[in-house]
Each structure stands twice: as structure tokens, then as C-alpha cells.
């Protein structure tokens, strides 16, 4: 220890000085929140304020990708798989079946506008179809629910009344959904 009036070094550890005899103050022990020493294994890094904010940056992480990969059809849970259309129509609206694949440019554009529709038009139900089978990339042309409507093309339209009797498909049924989203007022 360097004593504080002689600048000399005292070899012990006690309070007076060797050389010069003097007292030192008796140095109180470090208290932990003076201490700039690294912690030790008791405590923990993270403070209640981090651990809430790591909850909200998983939360915000998982409503962002499960947006990303939520599937907006009908039959997400078994995609280009033969279904029966009939089953899924509702009853007392116009429905509206729109057979689509990710892979198509034109059913990704007009997708968001056809849901959009559906919002503003609570005597429409839209039924969106996914032709691909899982694991398919690409356009599934080949898949049993493509084959079970004949698809040729996609977006393909089928146009029900609300008895559940097919009015339009095809392109007539393209016409007229086109027709609908200009007269609701949205752009394509």
C-alpha cells in the first residue's frame, strides 16, 4: 500500500504508515454497485427491461414470417389435392372460386385485389384454391386437383350464385371479376 502523505511504500497491510508513522483512513470494502470488476456468476446479464424487450422483438418476428407463409386458400392443409367445390360454397352470397398458384405472376397480382374485393363486398365469398401440390415448384399442371378441373391457365375463375348453382367460368367468369373490381373502385 503507497501511503498518502510520505508517497512511500509500506510493505504490511496495516493502517499506519512504516515510514512515516502517519494513520491512513481505514478503507471501507467496495460496495457491489461501485465495483467495475466483472461480474460474478450469481448474477445475471439480462435485466427484467431486456427480457421484455426480446419477448417483443419473437413476437413481431413471428406475426412478420407467419404473414409471409400464411396461406390465404381453402385448401392449404392438402394443396392440389381433388376436393369437392360444393362443400366449401356458402350459402346466400355469390362465391366467387379462384384456382391459383404461387408460381403465377398474374394470380399473385390480382390475388391481394381479389381479397381486397371481398372485404368491401359482404355479399361475396371468395374461395381461393391452391393447384400445387406440396413440394411441386412451379406451376402444377400435373397435380389431381388441376386435372380434376381440366385447368388449363391460371387465375381460373368459377362464378356460383348463392344456391350453389355455376353461373361463369373461365373467361367469362375472368370478365366478370374484372367487372367487379373496377365497379368496387379498385385499381388493377
Same mark, same amino acid.
Given at each position: 500500500m503507497v501511503c498518502p502523505y510520505c508517497r512511500m511504500f509500506t510493505p504490511d497491510q496495516s493502517y499506519k504508515c512504516i515510514n512515516c508513522g502517519s494513520v491512513m483512513a481505514k478503507k471501507e470494502p467496495?460496495?457491489?454497485?461501485d465495483r467495475m470488476s466483472p461480474r460474478s456468476g450469481r448474477e445475471s446479464f439480462f435485466r427484467p427491461w431486456m =427480457?421484455?424487450? *426480446?419477448? =417483443? =422483438?419473437g413476437v413481431l418476428a413471428y406475426l412478420f414470417f407467419n404473414r409471409q407463409t400464411q396461406s390465404h386458400s381453402v385448401n392449404r392443409y392438402a394443396p392440389g389435392v381433388e376436393m369437392d367445390i360444393g @362443400? @366449401? *360454397?356458402q350459402k346466400g352470397k355469390t362465391n366467387i372460386v379462384d384456382f391459383y398458384s404461387d408460381y403465377c405472376p398474374p394470380c &399473385?397480382? %390480382? !390475388?391481394?385485389l381479389l381479397r381486397e374485393l371481398a372485404a368491401k &363486398?359482404?355479399? *361475396?365469398?371468395l374461395l381461393s384454391v391452391d393447384i400445387n &401440390?406440396?413440394?411441386v415448384k412451379g406451376i402444377d399442371w400435373s397435380s389431381p386437383l388441376a386435372r380434376q378441373f381440366n385447368l388449363q391457365s391460371v387465375p381460373?375463375? @368459377? %362464378?356460383y350464385d348463392g344456391e350453389g348453382t355455376l353461373l361463369k367460368q373461365g373467361q367469362e367468369a375472368y370478365t366478370e371479376v374484372v367487372q367487379l373490381l373496377i365497379a !368496387?373502385?379498385?385499381?388493377l
Open positions: 467496495a460496495q457491489p454497485q =427480457l421484455g424487450i *426480446l419477448a =417483443l =422483438l @362443400m @366449401m *360454397l &399473385r397480382k %390480382i !390475388s391481394p &363486398r359482404p355479399d *361475396l365469398a &401440390r406440396k413440394g381460373y375463375f @368459377m %362464378i !368496387s373502385g379498385i385499381q
